[in-house]
T-cell receptor, first 116, second 112 residues
Framework: DAGVTQSPTHLIKTRGQQVTLRCSPKSGHDTVSWYQQALGQGPQFIFQYYEEEERQRGNFPDRFSGHQFPNYSSELNVNALLLGDSALYLC???????????????FGAGSRLTVL | GQNIDQPTEMTATEGAIVQINCTYQTSGFNGLFWYQQHAGEAPTFLSYNVLDGLEEKGRFSSFLSRSKGYSYLLLKELQMKDSASYLCAVRAGTDSWGKLQFGAGTQVVVTP
């Protein structure tokens, strides 16, 4: 059973460029959340997608946008890259309609973005 | 908003016990999670508490006191492979299934 897969694993960009990161959720999951993890910090919530719509958003500027496809996979786009965008970007999948409160997020290994 | 505090680093000897504390301030508390993250890898789920008390799962146990805004993760019979960062995360609100607020993580170093 494949878990959450992300691509690319590493990438280097320069300031002002744009980047697209991709995520395939765990089999059977329908909800994708994106997190940014700076070095030495915990993950910070960016946004969540369900049924191809953004359902919740964290405190991130509009330069961060996303998309979810009919097969539940998702993309994270970041425009006008800043040095401070350098981080590990984690994708997590889960089930939207789960009655139990213990709706556990399954994380991918992340995409390491370096902005020069 | 939410404020989550945990120690930056802890060192312990193989075979010993380590307790990682986490304090939080939040409104609409709806569960506390512990994740383990090895360097360069995905965070993996360890435990979930929503009611007060102790949840035991093998060598790992997690405790919650909602009135005190306090949780701890207890790691027993430490093994070298337990060297990792341990993340405390809180969920708030009934419509926030995917939104967790994480602490900065506690780096546990297990020595021989």
């Amino acid at each position: 059973d494949a878990g959450v897969t992300q691509s690319p694993t590493h990438l280097i960009k320069t300031r002002g460029q744009q980047v697209t990161l991709r995520c395939s959720p765990k089999s059977g999951h329908d909800t994708v959340s994106w997190y940014q993890q700076a070095l030495g910090q915990g993950p910070q919530f960016i946004f969540q997608y369900y049924e191809e719509e953004e359902r919740q958003r964290g405190n991130f500027p509009d330069r961060f946008s996303g998309h979810q496809f009919p097969n539940y996979s998702s993309e994270l786009n970041v425009n006008a890259l800043l040095l401070g965008d350098s981080a590990l970007y984690l994708c997590a999948s889960s089930l939207w309609d789960r009655p139990s409160g213990a709706n556990v997020l399954t994380f991918g290994a992340g995409s390491r973005l370096t902005v020069l | 908003g939410q404020n989550i505090d945990q120690p930056t680093e802890m060192t312990a000897t193989e075979g010993a016990i380590v307790q990682i504390n986490c304090t939080y301030q939040t409104s609409g508390f709806n569960g506390l999670f512990w994740y383990q993250q090895h360097a360069g890898e995905a965070p993996t789920f360890l435990s979930y508490n929503v009611l007060d008390g102790l949840e035991e799962k093998g060598r790992f146990s997690s405790f919650l006191s909602r009135s005190k805004g306090y949780s701890y993760l207890l790691l027993k019979e430490l093994q070298m492979k337990d060297s990792a960062s341990y993340l405390c995360a809180v969920r708030a609100g009934t419509d926030s299934w995917g939104k967790l607020q994480f602490g900065a993580g506690t780096q546990v170093v297990v020595t021989p």
